[in-house]
């Protein structure tokens, strides 16, 4: 079946630092690609998207850029500030509609 | 406006026991999705409605848990009997279609002691 795997945590980086979080898939057809993220003490909320190969989604600074040949959607920010610790969850929309959900990357930022 | 609201946001409850979980999404959503987050895992998918469809409760763990939407609006999560291993975060979320982002509560802490 249809699965993502991202990138084990905590993810630990200095502000101003660059993050890359790595996101893969497994999907039969075109699924369309989410990023989530959850603040401490919030609940999930959609960070960005893409719906088809190429597709770049982009918000509050983070990118992510649908690559149908390798099977990624890394999730990147070229200038992390502490406010952007959290976890992120990578996910895609399967052919049923349903969100198959990645384990999720604690991401660290030290002042 | 206000967003998807659940409650209880902590329930503490004795091994055996019934819990209900609730979960009022936001006004209009036509979609309504119930996971379990436990410490440092995904989200596992229980159960989505959509409309009048039938429920998809192909995530449903055991026929302890069950879940229904009345009227379209509020669903309402059910745990019988409680176990150990259901000790975790309860979000529900609601999106206007299937094709829509979803938006998520706060979500249920539950924890059976």
């Known amino acids: 079946g249809d699965s993502v795997t991202q990138m084990e945590g905590p993810v630990t980086l200095s502000e101003e630092a660059f993050l890359t979080i790595n996101c893969t898939y497994t999907?039969?057809?075109?699924?369309?690609l989410f990023w989530y993220v959850q603040y401490p003490g919030e609940g999930l909320q959609l960070l960005l998207k893409?719906?088809?190969a190429d597709d770049k989604g982009s918000n509050k600074g983070f990118e992510a850029t649908y690559r149908k040949e390798t099977t990624s959607f890394h999730l990147e920010k070229g200038s992390v500030q502490v406010s952007d610790s959290a976890v992120y969850f990578c996910a895609l929309r399967d052919s049923n509609y349903q969100l198959i959900w990645g384990a999720g990357t604690k991401l660290i930022i030290k002042p | 406006g206000a967003g998807v609201s659940q409650s209880p946001s902590n329930k503490v409850t004795e091994k055996g026991k019934d819990v209900e979980l609730r979960c009022d999404p936001i006004s209009g959503h036509t979609a309504l999705y119930w996971y379990r987050q436990s410490l440092g895992q995904g989200l596992e998918f229980l159960i989505y409605?959509?409309?009048?469809?039938?429920?998809?409760k192909s995530g449903l763990p055991s026929d302890r848990f069950s879940a229904e939407r009345t009227g379209g609006s509020v669903s309402t999560l059910t745990i019988q009997r409680t176990q150990q291993e259901d000790s975790a975060v309860y979000l529900c979320?609601?999106?206007?279609?299937?094709?829509?982002?979803?938006?998520f509560g706060n979500g249920t802490r539950l924890t059976v002691t």
């Open positions: 999907a039969t057809g075109y699924p369309s």
């Open positions: 893409a719906t088809k």
């Open positions: 409605f959509q409309g009048n469809s039938a429920p998809d």
């Open positions: 979320a609601s999106s206007l279609g299937t094709e829509s982002p979803l938006h």
